[in-house]
């Protein structure tokens, strides 16, 4: 530091702008850490929607060598398609499932750079109270040193005199 303090009024709104930049921080933190609660439950509906399609795959294959196997011959085709209608969709919903996956990593990113950033603005906000206090005792100290010089000046001429 040079050693020369802003006067209080500077201080205070150097002061005033961190404090606006730390709560644009915490509304940054508040929306991030809202994109990662979404990513998640994105991530886990897509899971569930897979355990459900596998379930629904392994069913029909229970079904095919158990209730259907009398009427296999007449269902056959019908039973593959719903086969390879129901690989299809777990096809898919694997593939958006490591698009969802990128998406919860970059959402958590980004949150943990908005934590980082929010960490930096409460640390220059905390430099800035500590500027204004410094400004404040400096300002207190000349004016008691102005006080000071005002008592020894009234003092001179009467002990002169």
Known sequence: MSGVLPTISEARQLQRLRTLRVQRAREECARAAAAVVQAEQAVAERQRAIERSQRALKELADAVVSTLAPRMPRWCDVVAAQRDRLADRIERDEDALISDEQ????AQEKSQQ?????????AREDAAQGL??????????AIDRRIELEVEEVRRPAAHA
Request: glycine fraction near 0%; aromatic fraction near 0%.
């Open 103 to 106: 998406a919860l990593e970059l």
């Open 114 to 122: 908005a934590r980082a950033e929010l960490t930096r603005a409460l």
């Open 132 to 141: 204004t206090r410094s400004a404040k005792r400096a300002r207190a100290h």
